[in-house]
């Protein structure tokens, strides 16, 4: 009976054949590949059906259809390569063939198992540094043959505080991400405070005294600083000068910016600037000639604070200008200024 089945079976293929003014062996192989792929398609189709059946779990249904098919895929490559190529039996040619089978069916895996050696051999980051990639931020707590992960820093937290939330990260992002790594080698960053005056303050004393707050903050941390950089040095090419903190001074739309430039380590810089925020908010309150700038409309009357300075004029409150014999306001308590 089944001598018979395959004579039927051949004499159709060779009818095929004739009609299609194809070879036997090729068609007899065309049919055989058709038929093999459906027999795949209906294992996996049944094998997902009972997986479904069995369980609603949604991250259950990915896996097995992720991992099924790209079983069933080797299965074809090895069988249809079988099929095709003749030869096949080499013992050079089915590794050859075995290897880019699995480079294309696992070919994120292949990546991610590339990227853990990578970051074993060149380490851009390691367990306890904190880090950017692909667009999130955190301190690496784990790295496997194939992820690695953080715990997630930011997002709808504001500063660098953490969100409690653990980010698995494939290990072939190391290869087509940026990676910014905040405590490699040199274990501090530079961070900046804006602190916004009006243009009537005392801007150089408000400067003194800010310049003061920034090194009570960061004396001991600049000592620190100069020797990492010593060590970071060997490996990179860092080029500071300038480790302490600086005041840098530029006019704004609506005042003057005093801006604090200082070092500070990643995870405390939320605890620093909070710091320093109270001490200056602590010592300018104590200062009649320095309050900070906002937004405001001020209305300009040049006959009356006349023309010099910042449009303030320079005699003092309770004087007259000598013209019209009219008193000037006091430009400290002008509106807008306070």
Avoid: C
């Avoid at 395959?6 to 293929?13: D, F, Q, S």
């Avoid at 790295?143 to 690695?148: G, H, N, S, T, V």
């Avoid at 000639?289 to 604070?305: G, K, L, M, N, V």
Wanted: no cysteine; charged share 25%; aromatic share 12%.
């Amino acid at each position: 009976m089944v001598q018979e089945d395959y004579h039927i079976v051949n004499r159709m293929t060779q009818a095929v054949a004739d009609l299609a003014d194809l070879s036997h062996g090729f068609t007899q192989n065309l049919i055989f590949t058709i038929g093999f792929i459906f027999v795949l398609w209906l294992i996996r189709f049944l094998i997902l059906r009972i997986v479904y059946r069995k369980s609603a779990d949604p991250e259950l249904h990915y896996k097995w259809r992720k991992y099924l098919s790209r079983a069933l895929f080797f299965i074809a490559l090895l069988v249809l390569g079988r099929t095709w190529f003749e030869g096949f039996q080499s013992l050079a040619t089915f590794f050859g063939l075995l290897s880019a089978g699995l480079v294309i069916a696992l070919k994120d895996t292949v990546a991610d198992l590339a990227g853990w050696v990578f970051l074993i051999w060149r380490k851009p980051f390691e367990i306890g540094d904190r880090i950017e990639i692909a667009g999130v931020s955190g301190d690496v707590i784990d790295q496997r043959i194939f992820k690695f992960s953080l715990i997630e820093m930011g997002n709808w937290v504001d500063a660098d505080q953490s969100t409690g939330r653990v980010l698995h990260v494939p290990n072939h992002k190391v290869f087509t991400e940026t990676i910014a790594n905040y405590t490699a080698d040199f274990q501090f960053i530079w961070n900046e405070l804006p602190v916004r005056i009006s243009l009537e303050s005392n801007w150089k004393k408000a400067k003194r005294m800010l310049q003061q707050i920034a090194d009570r903050h960061s004396a001991n941390i600049s000592d620190e600083a100069k020797q990492q950089l010593r060590k970071a040095a060997r490996s990179y090419l860092i080029t500071y000068r300038i480790l302490t903190p600086t005041v840098y001074t530029d006019v704004k739309d609506f005042g003057i910016a005093l801006t604090i430039r200082y070092l500070t380590n990643p995870r405390t810089r939320r605890g620093t600037e909070q710091q320093i925020w109270e001490d200056i908010l602590t010592e300018f309150a104590e200062q009649d000639d320095i309050s900070f700038a906002y937004p405001t409309i001020r209305y300009y009357d040049r006959h009356r604070e006349g023309d010099t300075g910042w449009g303030v004029n320079d005699t003092k409150p309770g004087q007259t200008d000598g013209t019209k014999g009219m008193p000037l306001k006091d430009p400290g308590k002008s509106p807008g200024n306070r």
